[in-house]
């Protein structure tokens, strides 16, 4: 299992900027897919950005053109950096990776991280 340690989380202002990361215990080059979930309290953990091997970014529609995700290779890290925060980014996110071992049996290792939490103030 890949080892994911999230960091960065916090508490801000509505209108304020936050960057979080993503260390891998591995060479993150070889993930098929990395990838930030969120899960605010009652609901659903939810794809918020990803990076994926042969796929464009993605991100979903609520923080389109708000949250940019990347990576440093050489540092088996992955970023989140989020600007003009609102209340309703509140959540838990979390870190994800991605590696499909056999792809003729559609075998895949689902690494996630512990989450850190970002809470935005009105």
């Known amino acids: 299992q890949v080892q994911l340690v999230e960091s960065g989380g916090g508490l801000v202002q509505a209108g304020a900027s936050l960057s979080l990361s993503c260390t891998a215990s591995?060479?993150?080059?070889?993930?098929?897919?990395m990838a930030w979930y969120r899960q605010a309290p009652g609901k659903q953990r939810e794809l918020v950005a990803s990076?994926?091997?042969?796929?464009?970014?993605y991100y979903a529609d609520s923080v389109k053109a708000r949250f940019t995700i990347s990576q440093d290779n050489a540092k088996n890290t992955v970023f989140l950096h989020m600007t003009n925060l609102k209340p309703e980014d509140t959540a838990v996110y979390y870190c994800?990776?991605?590696?499909?071992?056999?792809?003729?049996?559609?075998?895949?290792?689902?690494?996630w991280g512990k989450g850190t939490l970002v809470t935005v103030s009105s």
């Open positions: 591995t060479n993150i080059v070889t993930m098929n897919a």
């Open positions: 990076l994926a091997r042969g796929d464009p970014t």
């Open positions: 994800n990776a991605v590696e499909i071992l056999d792809y003729g049996l559609g075998r895949i290792r689902d690494s």
